[in-house]
């Protein structure tokens, strides 16, 4: 069984427009600042607070890890593993 590179895997996958994903979990067009079609900053002070609080895991680090999987790899890792206990998950990279 041959794996895919981070490249082939990348290549492989579907984009979708930020606005969609925004308005995917109730963000309106409205409160996006855009940059291209795929990512946005989002203007806290136009969209409505939840009564339902999420929670947040920060994921940092000080070093990178001797096997290579640092903070994106790892945090990537977690979101899969909330969804497959059917919980909501957002995450944000920068």
Same mark, same amino acid.
């Given at each position: 069984m041959t794996h895919l590179s981070d490249l082939d895997i990348a290549n492989?996958?579907?984009?979708?427009?930020?606005k969609d994903i925004a308005a995917s979990v109730g963000i309106s067009e409205d409160a996006l600042e855009p940059y291209g079609h795929y990512k946005a900053k989002i203007d806290i002070n136009?969209?409505?607070?939840?009564e339902?609080?999420?929670k947040v895991v920060l !994921?940092?680090?000080m070093s990178p890890t001797p096997?290579?999987?640092?903070?994106?790899? !790892?945090t990537v890792g977690l979101a899969d593993?909330?969804?497959?206990?059917?919980?909501? !998950?957002? !995450?944000?990279l920068r």
């Open positions: 492989q996958s579907t984009l979708q427009p930020i136009k969209i409505t607070p939840r339902n609080k999420g !994921v940092t680090a096997a290579g999987e640092g903070k994106s790899t !790892v593993a909330f969804h497959e206990l059917n919980k909501n !998950v957002m !995450v944000a």
